[in-house]
């Protein structure tokens, strides 16, 4: 079994910055895709940004230019660095991975969410 855990959540003023991360942990061959979603309150969750094991990155346009997705093959770690915090970015952020298990199944856990708050 593989779990995503994240953290790094919290409350900030607009303009602000805050950095989620997600550690991945259990038995892990490598981490085909790392992602993050958000779910903002009476609205559906929506895919923010993407990360590939070769780097390749992918954004919503509504962070584009403000969030920065990474990762850390070495501790099977992603984080998500989100500049310029809006109010509208708040949400309940989730990471999500497609993950090859050392017995090459493949799996695409969740973590349990991390609640950002943008507000002054």
């Known amino acids: 079994q593989v779990q995503l855990g994240e953290s790094g959540g919290g409350l900030v003023q607009p303009g602000g910055s805050l950095r989620l991360s997600c550690a991945a942990s259990?038995?892990?061959?490598?981490?085909?895709?790392m992602a993050w979603y958000r779910r903002a309150p009476g609205k559906q969750r929506e895919l923010v940004a993407s990360i590939t094991s070769g780097g390749s990155t992918n954004y919503a346009d509504s962070v584009k230019g403000r969030f920065t997705i990474s990762r850390d093959n070495a501790k099977n770690t992603g984080y998500l660095q989100m500049n310029s915090l809006k109010p509208e970015d708040t949400a309940v952020y989730y990471c999500?991975?497609?993950?090859?298990?050392?017995?090459?199944?493949?799996?695409?856990?969740w973590g349990q969410g991390t609640l950002v708050t943008v507000s002054s």
């Open positions: 259990g038995s892990i061959f490598s981490i085909v895709v």
């Open positions: 999500n991975a497609r993950i090859k298990t050392t017995g090459t199944r493949y799996l695409e856990p």
